[in-house]
């Protein structure tokens, strides 16, 4: 069997001892009761190919989409401009911390990463725990955000900071962009496996109701500053070629950290399905 080894977090764990792309339905089955339980997964050294990461992630359910690549490198083999290329200020965008496809009718469930170019420095993904945070918080601010939802929007978080340029003009493919209306979500929720509550943050908050932008945008960050500032809750790992880890979206928010952009990174990211009525945004059910 397995082994497991918690990280000193207040979630996350690495398993060894497991070859993923031979995995066996016993095995799978308390695969996925520990993902629920630490939300990050991390299994060393697994070297797995594109059709193995696709067939892993689909053990946990149904896939937004089976595989893309996050990287600056281009299908030739050369280093994108590291300033002026749209992939690039993707991979830009994505040093902000956030949750995935929030932006989306359907936030997703989760995703599997795998490493397979990796700079000499930097390039780490950090993740950070919605559960803890929200439980730290206190009870004025709970009061206060419990019944509030947010306007997620990749139009504000992507295009309008970092100036993409048009669909005709762009290898970019504008995921998300063109979304209407702008998927609300609560601020609070439920985990729907759980039942531990969460919050549901990052850079794809736009605007709450009832609250000017600038206020709606000063409280997300406040939120975000106080979740990814406590050590304990958060987890940067240093990708090491082959490395493979899932994670669950639905309570952790994650994002890239910075490196040196002349130099090649090229990681795999298979992005899980949400459910279509726990993760749908309220606008859309």
Known sequence: MFKVEKLDRSFGARVFDITLSEIEENEMQEL???WLEHALLIFPGQNLSNEEQVKFAKRFGDLEFDLSPISNVRTDGTVRDPYDDDIVK???GNMEWHHDSTYMPIQAKGAVFTAHIVPKKGGETGWADCRASYEALDQEMKDKINELSAFH???FSQK??????SKEESEFNSYGFDVDP????PLVK???ETGVKCLTIGRHVHRIPGMSDMEA???AKDLEEFT????FWTYHHSWEVGDAVIWDNRCLIHQACPWDLTEPRTMYHARLEGNAITEAASNYL
Do not use: M
């Open 32 to 34: 996925y009761q520990l």
């Open 90 to 92: 993707s991979l830009r």
């Open 153 to 155: 929007s990749y139009e």
């Open 160 to 165: 309008d900071r970092y100036g993409h340029k």
């Open 182 to 185: 702008k998927p609300l979500r």
């Open 190 to 192: 439920a985990h729907p």
């Open 217 to 219: 945008q000063k409280l």
């Open 228 to 231: 990814t500032g406590n050590k």
